[in-house]
């Protein structure tokens, strides 16, 4: 990888039937996959056929966001045999552009908590935002000692755009609207990140012909890993 500060990567599988129509999204592997020597190399079992996104998330050893990026492939045929049982990791968590969320893979209808934090936040509170398909106010939270969290109970798949946007504490949150790139009259950016929420990892069961190897987009997605692409 040309970026020497990644030292995990996750890959995430998501399948759409349709444009902009999510209905899988899994963590390949079933967590971060470790860096050594420059690359990272995994065998991906599909379970289903059809339109599979491929996104991989490069992050540091704390858990820092470093880069993203991705590509895509249409899958026809299944492997001959399913996958191991991937198993995912407990504890950590996760920090891009201000925002931490616990853990270090997310599930539906499973509760985290956001935090902002920030030696110099001031007093008063921060206003967090989901955007998954329509942005959404989580809530507010009191600025305490520098930090603010707040309980984040995703309920779809899919990669969610969290915001968190300060506010004195005399001014009410901003409407969902109002954030924008450039919010106007809204208070200033306290974080913007987004994490992918993602089904438990399960052992695979396809049926079919052929192999994960054989499917062309696992070449060229590894390569770009190991090469060092321009995301990276």
Do not use: C
């Amino acid at each position: 990888m040309s970026d020497p500060t990644i030292s995990q990567v996750f890959l995430y599988d998501m399948l759409f039937v349709g444009p902009g129509n999510l209905t899988q999204a899994v963590v390949i592997g079933g967590g971060p996959q470790k860096v050594s020597g420059g690359k990272v190399q995994l065998t991906w079992y599909p379970t289903a056929t059809g339109t599979h996104g491929i996104a991989f998330d490069g992050w540091d050893a704390s858990g820092n966001f470093v880069s993203r990026a991705g590509t895509g492939a249409s899958v026809s045929q299944l492997p001959k045999t399913p996958g191991p049982a991937g198993t995912e990791p407990t504890g950590g968590s996760l920090t891009q552009a201000g925002i931490t969320i616990n853990g270090l893979v997310h599930h539906p209808n499973m509760t985290y908590t956001l935090s902002v934090s920030a030696a110099s936040l001031p007093a008063g509170s921060i206003v967090y935002f989901d955007d998954n398909g329509g942005t959404v106010n989580l809530g507010q939270a009191t600025v305490t000692n520098g930090v603010a969290t707040l309980s984040f109970t995703p309920t779809t798949l899919g990669a969610h755009n969290l915001t968190a946007v300060y506010t004195n504490a005399t001014t009410p949150p901003p409407p969902d609207d109002s954030v924008t790139t450039t919010p106007s009259g809204a208070g200033q950016f306290a974080g913007q990140a987004t994490f992918i929420v993602t089904t438990p990892v399960a052992t695979a069961t396809p049926t079919g012909t052929g192999s994960a190897n054989s499917i062309p987009v696992i070449g060229p997605l590894l390569n770009s890993l190991s090469a060092g692409s321009s995301h990276y």
